[in-house]
């Protein structure tokens, strides 16, 4: 993996500054620590920092085709690329590198944007064709690598983070009043959109072309593909469990290519325990496993880690994640993330790169995605439960339902009755697009509360619902109810902050590769053609990822009630002496920021001193601020890197031949 | 001589402190609390432990029910009703 970066003429021919491409660089170090590469002509100036993790002699980028008419930057891994390779040479291509980045060049080359559906992997990239002038840059189909992207005075300026483009940029970053409003809905930004104006994100399943007569357009080549005509209907579940098992096999094989040895996290739920038995029976005896334990004892899950560590024997490295270090490391997993986040959740993922790494590790496999494709997550029984009550607003009995699905909130019977009143919102509505999420997203809104005037009125008018309504798929209304939530949930949840916030970046702050067996497109585009009463038989989860996995792993494992991953937020933040909450959120810092009502932090603060817990969207609200004004602090009320005079490029390529 | 206490005046300052942070500018005696979203499921156990806290009573299961919390109003009543009935051994 890399940090990719560039700057790009839209205009016409003009001298790119080096300065700056050693700036972006530079911001982008953590991506990839190696080495670095830059290509310079008189349009473009394309730079690389690089994780070398495939081809580690003579992988250096960028990187050309034969007659140097085109040259790539490349963050990320295509998995198919041994396959995709044999067969470009039996079409005459000839190669100077054994990596997966010449491969996807030459794979342009010869198929222009169609080459993408060829490519399995996690990417973002840039082609420059020096001899057209076209510029083409994509991103892979769900978001698991990030490219950001700003337009300003006549210049494309490009980067894998935010953090590179605000470093050059010429005009002060502020925030997106409309990115900001999206966070505080969906917990991140709709795709495309980022908390910093002007500053964007080419959404996954998109590529970006450019040429100096066409100018810029962008086009979505991929989505998911749930469409009702395609369902298997026909088929038994012994069919279903031995095509899962074999992609899955498949789809780990591939992830398991590398130069450098492979890991596997491993939290003790199903998702992680699956892959890392599959690793261990079919392909590598010695795996590495690393995982997560809690001060908390509500948020640890070592008893399940160690079944499944003693189970399969793998070689396991832990790190403990205490209250303190939740709270101390918050402003890193900020700077990193450079999202407002109200979850605490990424900073033991922070963590646990950072172990990876010092145990000399520098890629490892994760379970993220399979809650989303294989039905795993609580808001999909809800979507069901509710729906069943919908069709009885006044029974008494079908709302006992939610009960059984989240007994930790229902512990207290005597508010039985009351909490049910939330879950009916919507109730009388269950074709409604969003009636999965409306509860969770209307409780959300609250945390709006907090927006000062002046934030309130630069939003305006602006509707999150409506925009995301306005990115639907055309026939998204005839789905069925559990694609629906599958959609939403994928498409904000997964893609903007699990993948991101909680994936790519914690991994990346450490200089460590994420790899995502369960997001293989083929497994996506399979487990589409699943009626979703396979998925989730009853109020039984991930139905056919159990069957697939219970002869490898143990009993208690397989059948354990799904645990949402979670860190403690109250009581990391209040009185822990690495973060002054008296500072972050004084009435100054608050009112130089603009984007919180004082007061009302206040009042939050002292009630969260005060009280021994706090509720939910409490706890949300102190993550949201505190973030935000960590992000104020990193990006907006900024100083510039300061780029060391021998900071140079490893590789420097200059076909420049115009000057100031 | 009998003590009016408003019991629904020193629950809405709870509430603007505690759920609306400072800003009761919406917030009616007759507001519905649960779908104007200004009280959410975690946010009952807080009142309910404010009101036994603070108004030295214990709220029965039978009484946890929604009318009786769902508006500045019904707390009134609610807690008029309750604290007024007569002591039975």
């Not at chain 1, 998995?79 to 291509?93: A, Q, T």
């Not at chain 2, 019991?7 to 300052?13: D, L, M």
């Not at chain 2, 609390?33 to 404010?50: R, Y």
Request: glycine residues 6%; negative net charge; charged residues 25%.
């Amino acid at each position: 993996m890399c940090g990719i970066c560039g700057i790009l003429n839209l205009k016409s021919p003009a001298p790119i500054n080096n300065n700056h491409l050693r700036q972006m660089t530079y911001a982008l170090g953590h991506r990839g620590p190696d080495e670095t590469g830059a290509y310079i002509d008189n349009w473009i100036g394309l730079a690389q920092s690089r994780l070398s993790i495939i081809d580690l002699s003579s992988g250096s980028q960028p990187i050309h085709n034969e007659d140097q008419s085109l040259w790539i930057i490349f963050n990320g891994e295509i998995f198919n690329y041994p396959e995709i390779r044999e067969s470009l040479i039996k079409n005459g291509h000839k190669f100077y590198t054994t990596t997966d980045t010449e491969v996807i060049l030459h794979l342009y080359q010869e198929k222009k944007e169609q080459c993408l559906a060829d490519l399995n992997g996690q990417f973002a990239f840039v082609i420059w064709d020096s001899v057209k002038n076209e510029f083409f840059a994509a991103r892979d189909r769900v978001g698991i690598l990030p490219l950001f992207y700003k337009i300003e005075n006549e210049k494309l300026i490009f980067a894998s983070e935010a953090k590179a483009i605000i470093e050059i940029s010429d005009s002060v970053t502020k925030f997106d009043p409309i990115g900001l409003d999206q966070i505080f809905t969906y917990w991140t930004n709709l795709p495309g959109r980022t908390a910093f104006k002007d500053i964007n994100e080419l959404a996954p399943g998109h590529y970006l072309k450019f040429s100096p007569n066409n100018g810029i357009s962008i086009y979505n080549y991929w989505s998911l593909p749930f469409d009702k005509n395609l369902l298997s209907e026909d088929k038994s579940i012994p069919d279903f469990t031995a095509e899962i098992s074999d992609l899955m096999k498949d789809s780990i094989r591939i992830r398991l290519r590398a130069d450098v040895p492979v890991g596997s996290y491993l939290s003790g739920g199903l998702d992680s325990s699956g892959i890392t038995a599959f690793v261990k029976n079919y392909f590598n005896n010695e795996l590495r496993t690393f995982g997560i334990t809690f001060q908390e004892e509500s948020f640890d899950e070592s008893e399940f880690q160690n079944l499944v560590i003693k189970h399969l024997s793998t070689n396991h490295s832990e790190v403990h994640a205490t209250n303190e270090d939740i709270g101390k490391y918050f402003s890193d997993i900020v700077y990193y993330g450079e999202k407002p986040i109200i979850r605490a959740a990424p900073v033991p993922l922070y963590l646990l790169s950072k172990k990876v790494r010092d145990e000399g590790y520098k890629v490892v496999l994760t379970g993220e995605g399979a809650d989303e494709i294989f039905g795993g997550y609580n808001i999909f029984k809800e979507t069901k439960v509710r729906k069943f009550w919908s069709v009885n607003p006044d029974s008494q009995f079908r709302p006992k339902l939610l009960q059984k699905l989240y007994p930790y909130i229902f512990k207290d019977k005597r508010l039985a009755q009351t909490l049910q009143t939330f879950f009916k919102l919507g109730i009388d509505d269950p074709n409604n697009d969003f009636f999965s999420h409306i509860v969770r997203w209307n409780n959300n809104l609250r945390l709006k509360n907090f927006f000062s005037d002046d934030l309130k009125e630069q939003i305006g008018s602006y509707n999150a619902y409506d925009d995301l309504k306005s990115i639907l798929p055309k026939d998204f209304a005839k789905w069925d109810y559990v694609y629906k939530a599958q959609y939403l949930e994928i498409i904000t949840f997964m893609s903007g902050y699990l993948l991101s916030s909680q994936g790519d970046r914690m991994a990346m702050a450490n200089s460590v590769e994420l790899r995502v067996p369960y997001l293989d497109h083929r497994i996506i585009e399979y487990m589409a053609t699943v009626p979703s009463r396979f998925k989730i038989r009853g109020l039984n989860e991930k139905y056919l990822l159990k069957k697939v996995f219970k002869e490898f792993l143990p009993e208690r494992i397989v059948n354990r009630p799904k645990n949402p991953y979670r860190a403690p937020i109250k009581n990391s933040f209040i009185n822990n002496k690495f973060l002054d909450l008296n500072s972050i959120l004084s009435e100054k810092e608050i009112s130089h920021s603009g984007i919180f009502d004082s007061n009302k932090v206040n009042l939050l603060l002292k009630k969260a001193l005060k009280a021994e817990t706090l509720s939910e969207l409490d706890n949300m609200a102190l993550a949201g601020i505190i973030s935000t004004q960590f992000l104020h602090n990193d990006f907006i009320n900024y100083k510039r890197l300061n780029v060391p005079d021998d900071y140079r490029f490893n590789t420097f390529i200059d076909k420049r031949n115009i000057s100031n | 001589m009998k003590i009016e206490i408003q019991y629904s005046e020193i629950t809405k300052q709870f509430i603007i402190d505690n759920f609306l942070f400072g800003n009761g500018a919406k917030l009616d005696n007759d507001t519905p609390l649960f779908e104007k979203g200004i009280i959410d499921s975690t946010g009952v156990l807080e009142l309910v432990a404010f009101v036994e806290d603070n108004f030295k009573v214990t709220v029965a299961d039978e009484e946890l029910v929604l009318e009786n919390f769902s508006s500045l109003n019904a707390i009134e009543k609610f807690l008029q009703s309750k604290i007024n009935q007569p002591v039975t051994n």
